[in-house]
């Protein structure tokens, strides 16, 4: 089969190396791809947003599969323009990726079909948005409805925060589409991923990413500096909830509404004393989650992808290594602010050898010979092992033979999962 993968981070590069093991594949184009992906794609330059262009490229080259890494394209429609052109597709449609692209659809849909969530409201305008916060004090919560690349969120402690933030959304711009504001949930942050045909989920996997910049959850919020899966909270048990409470009741209610969700779907959970509540709703594999978990899958992924496009899916769980894996994401100086660009990194063909080391690229460029820096995120270092320890020992050893004095990491990634396991002790 021929695949096309779309996007160019480092969970295309996971999502390439699993395809890249089917014996069902024949050829792999990525646009645009990553240098990660050398020997195991073709790359090919294609404007995404030119759904015509794709479709015809497929066309041309016999593709079977299109596989759609990133949001943006999910959320402009690029699913139903392929499947019209008669191209079969992993992602969902334009109607589908509202669950990720518009927050007040979504808690619209969770207050519809009683699935648990944060206590919201939505405002157009700041003077309502602000005595809305005042009248339920701080912690809160401020969102704007639209994609905002993770910059639309604050959790702000103190009034004053919050106002800041509502002004901040409406005068930059980024709360045109109007601001939702939540109740504050306290509890264990979870990634969950299941895969959907339509009408059926099946669970995937779990895991726990660290959103801010420094180590002990300082600094701004990135697209996620580390991750580990499984997440040690989400047992069977809650596993098995989650896909009762949350994921179920989404596939009826999105197929009832006549917009059945195909693909991956990502809910950010939160575990709370009560049981766990959705955070959000993301319509694609998360980054760097992917990197963690794709090493721990036991079987071919590109089956499993086809079967959510077909609305095939068989009803059992994924089967993922019992093994813990751990990445660590080395990013450029100066993220999430303006990375430094154009810094060389050698020593990789050394760390790549280790054992239980995977190693994917999210922010790379080739100089002629030389691999440089040019992205925020530019490397995922990934480990397994038997648990988090050692999976972390092993990550952080390969990172050790790095040389990218243009780079850094947090050196605390997993942090909770080890406190997880001393509390279980
Ligand atoms: P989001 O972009 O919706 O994932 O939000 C970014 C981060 O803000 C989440 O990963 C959570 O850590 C935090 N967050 C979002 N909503 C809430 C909430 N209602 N209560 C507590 N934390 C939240
Ligand atoms: N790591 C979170 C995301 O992919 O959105």
Wanted: include cysteine.
């Amino acid at each position: 089969m021929n695949i096309l993968l779309i996007g160019s981070g480092g969970r295309e590069h996971a999502i390439a190396i699993a395809l890249a093991k089917s014996p069902l594949l024949e050829t792999l184009f990525a646009a645009p791809g990553n240098p990660g992906m050398e020997g195991l794609a073709r790359f090919v330059s294609l404007d995404v947003a030119d759904h015509q262009a794709v479709a015809a490229f497929c066309k041309e080259n016999r593709v079977d599969l299109v596989v759609v890494g990133p949001e943006a394209p999910l959320v402009a429609g690029l699913v139903d323009d392929l499947t019209a052109a008669g191209i079969r597709a992993f992602g969902p449609s334009k109607a589908a990726a509202r669950l990720e692209g518009s927050k007040s659809f979504t808690k619209a849909f969770c207050a519809r079909h009683a699935i648990p969530t944060a206590a919201y409201a939505c405002f157009t305008d700041a003077a309502s948005a602000s005595a809305y916060v005042r009248a339920k004090g701080a912690p809160i919560v401020i969102k704007a409805d639209g994609l905002a690349a993770g910059k639309g969120v604050t959790v702000a402690m103190s009034l004053a925060e919050a106002e800041a933030a509502i002004e901040t959304l409406f005068s930059s711009g980024l709360g045109e589409s109007g601001i939702v504001i939540e109740e504050f949930l306290e509890g264990e942050e979870v990634s969950f991923f299941a895969l959907c045909d339509g009408t059926h989920a099946v669970s995937f996997a779990s895991a726990q990413d660290h959103k801010r910049v420094g180590e002990g959850e300082s600094g701004p919020n990135t697209g996620g500096m580390g991750a580990y899966s499984p997440a040690p909270v989400m047992d069977a048990q809650m596993s098995e909830r989650v896909m009762r409470e949350i994921i179920t009741p989404t596939l009826h209610g999105m197929a009832a509404a006549g917009a059945p969700f195909k693909g991956v779907l990502f809910a950010g959970l939160m575990i709370c004393a009560e049981g766990p509540k959705l955070i959000e709703y993301n319509v694609r594999f998360g980054d760097p989650e992917t990197q963690a978990i794709l090493p721990r899958l036991e079987e071919d992924l590109l089956p499993l992808m086809l079967a959510c496009a077909d609305g095939c899916l068989l009803e059992r769980p994924a089967r993922l290594s019992p093994l813990t894996t751990l990445t660590v994401v080395l990013a450029a100086k100066g993220y999430p602010g303006a990375p430094l660009r154009g810094s060389e990194i050698l020593g990789l063909e050394e760390a790549e050898a280790m054992p239980f080391v995977a190693i994917t690229h999210a922010g790379t460029k080739r100089d002629g010979q030389r691999l440089i820096a040019d992205g925020g995120r530019v490397l995922n270092v990934t480990a397994a092992g038997a648990d988090v320890t050692e999976a972390r020992a092993r990550a952080y050893a390969a990172i050790a033979m790095i040389d990218w004095p243009g780079g850094f990491y947090r050196r605390d990634i997993g942090w909770r999962a080890l406190k997880f396991a001393l509390k279980s002790v």
